[in-house]
């Protein structure tokens, strides 16, 4: 694990003093906002006849992407969201993990608020955002073996958000797939709960603006220990929650 500061300087760009970890949180109020940009962008792509029943995973994000940057933000029609507020919505764009060894890791979505304050948050702006992983959850995907072992675990192993305290996973629920019904039994399993270093099990948010709709589920937040080792010898990771946001998509 690099904990040598001339290596940590020369990869992140600059000295420790310059920001904290973890960075200030986003707050929930920044969570509901991309929740309503999500509703909307996936109310768009029915709208315009897209299916998203047998969509590739990426072919789906790509398209989402490109309705929430070029419909959504452009225009400022979701409040609270639009060119003033939050940079360009970033797809894949490469990151570094944890401890800066591996520099190609790439998060599915980066929503990333213009901080045009006297004071600028304390925090490395390249991993200041709201990091997002996708993933289908259907037949062929299980909410288990794909949504949580090859995406939700991102977040916990720090590949992805190791310096927030915050991220989101956005589920493309087909066939009946639910986060009571089939999220929250997978991540119950012995192995996959101790992997997933699981404080808290997916549990609704419970604000009226996270209520399911005929789209979407309820928001639902769970909560997960991490432990790993951040850079300059700041100490361990804090705990990390993830919302989920599942939208179906058939």
Not at 38 to 65: N, P, Y
Not at 129 to 155: I, M, N, Q, T, W
Request: net charge positive; with cysteine; charged share 25%.
């Amino acid at each position: 694990m690099n904990q040598d500061p001339t290596n940590a300087i020369f990869t992140l760009g600059v000295r420790p003093e310059a920001f904290r970890l973890p960075h200030p949180r986003l707050g929930l109020p920044v969570i509901l906002v991309v929740r309503r940009v999500l509703l909307r962008a996936f109310e768009i792509l029915f709208e315009r006849g897209l299916s998203l029943v047998s969509e590739k995973e990426d072919r789906v994000t790509a398209t989402l992407r490109n309705v929430i940057e070029n419909d959504l933000r452009r225009t400022g029609s979701v409040p609270g969201f639009n060119s003033r507020t939050y940079c360009a919505l970033v797809r894949q764009a490469q990151t570094e993990n944890f401890d800066l060894t591996r520099l190609g890791k790439a998060p599915d979505l980066c929503f990333k608020l213009r901080n045009d304050e006297e004071e600028p948050r304390p925090a490395l702006s390249t991993h200041d955002a709201l990091f997002v992983e996708c993933k289908p959850v259907d037949a062929h995907h299980a909410a288990g073996s794909v949504y949580c072992d090859k995406g939700l675990s991102r977040f916990v192993e720090g590949d992805y958000a190791w310096a927030m305290g915050e991220a989101m996973m956005i589920g493309y629920a087909r066939a009946g797939r639910t986060i009571p019904k089939h999220l929250v039994p997978a991540m119950q399993k012995p192995d996959r709960f101790e992997a997933l270093k699981t404080a808290e099990l997916p549990k609704p948010v419970e604000v009226s603006e996270a209520v399911g709709t005929e789209r979407a589920e309820t928001l639902h937040a769970s909560r997960h220990r991490r432990g790993f080792p951040w850079p300059f010898c700041k100490g361990f990771a804090c705990d990390i929650v993830i919302y989920h946001s599942w939208h179906r998509c058939d």
